[in-house]
């Protein structure tokens, strides 16, 4: 009868042993956040070869978020947004039989989404990194002509390399500064009225905070 | 998890589109917008004078129709007779024997006036006191467009027409509308500044229709 409850007792502690324990949560979840960054930038963004936005601007932002699957290749999600605008002083626009003069008001708003890889190396206090992005992009297009907008929106598929760097400047190593540049593609057509651009294509780089 | 996941993707979407920068108004000159069109086959060697209204049609929310004889409007028509003496053409004071025929319209209101469809019987058919080609003689019946007319009409919007009165004159015949222009852009509120911009926008709407100037002088 003895050797039966130690039969049992033997079976049960073997079922049980797998399954982690609340201590053992404990340090998965300390893990899985020690092999994740976080990355919350603003960023500058500019129109590679659009007839309709060419100026450069500031007003974007991107987040990122990501798990190291080994010590130096992560996967995670991101999303960012940008607006690039751009004023087209008064000018005339002569057609075959008809004529137009206005001042116009070009903006271009741009909302990627998807997932991210990344490659780091090694590095104590900065650690390079190139990375890729896949996803979707939604793309809002608008001309106002004196305060009448006529506008176009529409998705796409959006593919992103980007380099960077993440700098970890204070002895609490979790809070760092991270600086990247990035190039991307969406098949989106953006522009408006006789504007047109089959694809949207962007450059800029990016500087805020990782931990 | 999955659930909570995409309610904060959601979420987040949001946040990113109302994060839309808008356009820089104050760079703005606020000059108005003009338009121009034309009948391809109009030669402006073919002819020599006009006859201009001498009041601007207004358009408001009521059936009657007004004409304004101000001092802007008075300004206004000579800003367009000034631009058709430089183009080469001679004012005469008898629309019986002019070649030209330049008719004006302001619009403030645009409780009748919206857009214009791009088939006939066009909108003027049913305006009220709208200009009536009888105005330029009895035997016209209709408007004679050789080019659609795809915009549409907003306040504070100057409307003028130049028909072309050398066609045969025969009864139930259109009169051809050779030219037009439009003029547009939000009233200031300060009356002398708005008439200003719209008589430079009088001047634009001559210097982009070259086609108008008479070689032979």
């Known amino acids: ?211 | 998890m999955n659930y909570r996941l995409s309610l904060c993707l959601v979420a987040l979407t949001s946040f990113c589109h109302s994060c839309q920068k808008e356009p820089d108004w104050t760079e703005q000159s606020n000059e108005y917008l003009v338009y121009t069109q034309r009948d391809a086959s109009f030669d402006a060697n073919q002819h020599h004078n006009y006859f201009i209204a001498d009041s601007i049609l207004l358009i408001d929310d009521t059936a009657e129709p007004k004409y304004l004889k101000s001092q802007e409007a008075e300004k206004i028509i000579s800003k367009v007779a000034q631009n058709m003496d430089r183009s080469g053409y001679h004012r005469v004071n008898d629309k019986e024997n002019a070649d030209l025929g330049l008719q004006l319209s302001y619009i403030f209101d645009t409780y009748y006036f919206t857009s214009y469809p791009s088939y006939p019987p066009y909108w003027w058919w049913g305006y009220p006191g709208y200009w009536d080609p009888y105005y330029w003689g009895s035997y016209w019946n209709g408007w004679g467009y050789s080019f659609p007319i795809s915009y549409s009409y907003s306040e504070n919007s100057l409307l003028g027409e130049l028909v072309d009165l050398t066609v045969p004159k025969e009864e139930g015949s259109h009169l051809p509308v050779a030219w037009n222009m439009y003029i547009n852009g939000e009233p200031s509120g300060y009356r002398h500044f708005d008439s200003n911009r719209m008589q430079r926008g009088i001047d634009q709407a001559f210097r982009q229709s070259s086609y108008l100037k008479k070689e032979n002088r």
């Open chain 1, 1 to 211: 009868m003895k050797s039966k409850i130690y039969q049992i007792l033997l079976a049960s502690s073997c079922c049980l042993l797998p399954l982690p324990g609340h201590a053992q949560k404990q340090i998965n979840k300390a893990s899985f956040w020690k092999s994740s960054y976080f990355n919350i930038d603003w960023q500058a963004n500019g129109l590679i070869g659009s007839d309709f936005v060419d100026k450069i601007s500031g007003w974007g932002a991107h987040f990122e978020m990501g798990h190291y699957q080994t010590a130096n290749f992560a996967i995670g999600g991101f999303i960012s947004y940008h607006t690039n605008n751009e004023y087209l002083p008064y000018q005339t626009f002569i057609w075959e039989n008809s004529a137009l003069s206005t001042e116009q008001q070009h903006s271009l708003f741009q909302i990627p989404f998807g997932i991210s890889a990344r490659y780091r190396l090694s590095g104590q206090y900065a650690i390079p990194y190139i990375g890729a992005k896949i996803g979707a992009q939604y793309t809002q297009s608008e001309d106002y002509i004196h305060r009448t907008c006529v506008y176009q929106n529409n998705w796409g598929f959006y593919i992103s390399p980007e380099i960077g760097v993440e700098i970890y400047p204070f002895a609490q190593k979790r809070f760092g500064l991270h600086l990247a540049c990035y190039y991307s593609f969406a098949t989106n057509e953006h522009g408006v009225l006789w504007y047109h651009n089959k694809h949207t294509q962007n450059y800029g780089f990016r500087t805020g905070i990782t931990f």
